[in-house]
Each structure stands twice: as C-alpha cells, then as structure tokens.
C-alpha cells in the first residue's frame, strides 16, 4: 500500500485516525499502542501477509536478546551476526550466486525475494542491540518496542529511528495538538505533492535515458546530462517526499519523527551534503560503524580509511550491486577530498568568498550528479555509456521519439531546480502554516484541501510508481 494510493489515502488513514482518536478518547494509552501497531502490521501485510513472519520473528528475537545483553559482548556479537545473516541472505544472496556463476563456478543463481524493508528495520534494530549492550536502554516494554519498529509510517524507507528518540515519547503518552495536526497534514500534504507531481513527472524523462543506456544505445551528451539531471531531481523528490509524508503521518498521530533531509542540493561541499541528504542514514553510519572503526581518533591516514570504508559499505547497504559500491567508493572519496581540502590554505584563504562558495556549490552538484548516475543505472555498462556521453561530445542519438530528451523536458529541470535551490524546505514551509492567523490560515487550509483533493484524484486515476527507496 503507497501512501499515495487511494487504498491509503481514501480507506487506511481514514480508519487508521478515526479508529485512533476513539481510542484515544475512551481507553487507556496502551490500547492506542495496540491499534497503532495492529494497523501497522496491516499495513506492511498488505504487499505480502507471509513476510508479516520474518517482520515479527525479527522483532521477538531483537527484544528477548535486548532485555538480557546489558554488559554481554558475547550475546551482543550473536545477536547482530544473526540480523546481518539475514539481511545477507535475502539482500546479497542472489548477488554472490550470479557473480560466481558469472564466473564459471558451478552455482546456480538464485531468485530470492527481497522482503519489504528489511534494510531499514533490521538497522533500527542493530542500533537497540548496541545500545542495550552499552546499557543506554531502560525502557523494556514489548508493546512499546513493537510500535518503535513497526510504526507505519516509517516502516518501509525510514526515516531510521532510534530508540532513544522514540520511548521517551511512548512513556510520556502520545499526545495530538491544533498545532500538530496542522504541522502533520500540511507536511504530509507538502511530500504527496512532491511525489505524485514532482517525482513521478520528471520520470518520464529519466526512465527512457537509463533504460536506453543499458540497453546499449548510443546517447548523445545533452540526453545523458538531461537523463542524469532529470533522475537527480526525480530521486530527491521522491525521497524527501516520502520522508515528508512520513514526518507528517507521525505528527498527526502525536509521535515526532526524526528529519532526514535539509535542502541538500544548497550543500557547499560533501561532507555539508552528507549531513542533510538521508541524515538519520548518515547518523546511523557515523554511531555504528565510522566510530567503531575508529573515526578520527587516530592518523590522519586511518581516519581517511575509516571515511572511505563506512561510505562504501553505505553504498552496499543500498542494493546488491557493483554499481552501488562504485556509488559508495565515489562519496568515499569525495569525503575524503573534501576533509583533505579543508586543511588547505587556500580554502582558509577563500572560504568567505561569494565566488568560492558558489564554485564549491557547482563543484559539489556536479559530483553527486555523476554519482547518481551508478545509482540509477541498471547494469555498470549502462553507467559507462551515460557518464562517457557526459564527459564528451557525442553528438549522435540511438533514441527516437518520443524517448529522446525533449524541451518539455529542460523545462520541467529548470523548474525543479528552482524548488530545489532557492525555496524553503518543506518543514520550514509547513511550520509556517502552523504560525498563520485569523482569514489567512483558513485560506491556506482551502487552499491546502483544493489542492490536496487534485492530487488525490491524480492518484487514483494514474498508475502508480514506488517509491525509490522501497527497492532498499
């Protein structure tokens, strides 16, 4: 179920809110726990009932483990082993099978099923286990624990929450304000937008680009750079949309989520990239693995190591695929650069400038652009034949209409890299909406709803596109 379905839109959420505020009203807070997590587990059943089994084995397992790991190292070391075993074999399996058949081993590859968010869960809970080893967790409660994993609105790509940030607000007791709700809706509003209109209406554009490229065609430069802009926005705002909607979902119903995105593409260098683009993400990185590695505490060489390793195993924790290790390798080396680069005189002397500050923006854009590029690609062939068309002046086209990159195209980039580079971000826009007064709210909620209810209709009438980051 998408949220922008109208299963979603129209049926679940309805019911979801309905059922939750009655709950709310007339019993006790445990009771809205058990709803919130009867629907979410609903909710992820929906694409497939039998993979509800690997969700909450996954979840009884993590929490007996937790509840006896305080100061075990031991205990603490089998537990993760068994959650990356498992994400292992249904993420990379298929990967390693056809890479040794690829070959010449005798192996015959495997089609195993990717289940539903397990990338995202299984980390969520990785975290609990170290935290509970290190003895940070003192709430034990099984309802609670299951609505921290399970809660749908985060479920399926994120943001990635941490304990920390969620029990708390359990044992406080979920509470729902004017001001939450409002925050909530025109969030959520804000991301729908972003995916059903944004999103989805520059893939038309980058789908023909990637997908002629791994099918060998010739691309000529201004498609591949039109087919790589065009996916650059398409995954921001399909990502940040989600996030938005589930931030927004997470207000309405009282629980405040972490942000994951903070206009990313206004970043001065990657290092400032990384700590808006997918930021519970990069936190997680940094806590679990970049810190345990050892992080800056030793040489200068080591902390580059430790950079370069905690990205490309970021980049294999994206998909099974040589093409995320090359993404991976790529923001390894990119950070690295760019810590070397800021011992530099020259960036200490030219760091205030107007014009130094708008080269490293180009710089920076340019290189995440590049980046994407074996992100999006199917095959590392097809990534080749887009970034060598990029780099050089081909001239000649394999494609034809309507699959080459038309004007309405540059015209729907232009417009997209307007809202990416000089609007406000969602949450600065939906906080403002909270803050409105007297006429002028009422008009921004008719607004809202006119335009809301538009989206809604698109959505139940076109056909639907996933979002990206279910594929991880």
Known sequence: MLFDSWQFLLVFLPACLIVFFLLKKFTSQRAVFLQLVGFSLAFYAWWEPSLLFLLISSILFNFLI???????????????????????????TNFVTQTLFGFGFAVEPTNIILPLAISFFTFQQIAYIVDSYKGEVREHD??????????????????????????????????????????????????????????????????????????????????????????????????????????????????????NFN????????????????????????????????????????????????????????????????WGALHGSYLCINHLWLTTNLHIRFKASMVYKFSSWILTFVCVVIAWVFFRAASFDGAIQILYSMLTMQKNSGLESPEVFTLHGWIWLIMLAIIAFFFPNSRALA????????????????????LFAFITLISSTSEYNEFIYFNF
């Open 263 to 326: 206009s990313p593409y206004k970043s001065l260098g990657i290092i400032d990239f990384w700590r808006r683009w997918h930021i519970t993400l990069g936190n997680f990185l940094r806590d679990y693995l970049y810190i345990p590695l050892g992080g800056n505490r030793k040489s200068k060489n080591r902390k580059m190591l430790n950079l370069f390793m905690t990205m490309f195993l970021g980049g294999i924790w994206h998909g099974a695929g040589w093409n995320f290790m090359v």
């Open 431 to 450: 906080t403002y909406v909270t803050k409105l007064d007297g006429s002028t709210r009422y008009v921004a909620y008719g607004a809202f709803i006119t």
């Open 142 to 259: 099984f309802l609670s624990y299951c609505l921290f994993v399970t809660f749908f609105p985060q479920l399926i790509a994120g943001p990635i929450v941490h304990h920390k940030e969620m029990m708390p607000q359990f044992l406080a007791g979920i509470r729902v304000t004017r001001s939450s709700l409002t925050f909530g809706a025109f969030l959520f509003g804000i991301g729908l937008f972003k995916k059903v209109i944004l999103a989805d209406g520059i893939a038309q554009y980058a789908n023909p680009i990637f997908d002629a490229a791994d099918s060998g065609f010739a691309i000529s430069s201004l498609e591949a750079w039109g087919g790589a802009l065009a996916y650059t926005f398409q995954l921001y705002f399909d990502f940040s949309g989600y996030a938005d909607m589930a931030i927004g979902l997470g207000a309405l119903f009282g629980i405040i989520l972490p942000i």
């Open 66 to 92: 937790g509840k006896h790991v305080v100061g075990n190292k031991f205990l603490a070391t089998v537990a993760i082993g068994v959650n990356l075993s498992a994400l292992f074999f249904f993420k990379y």
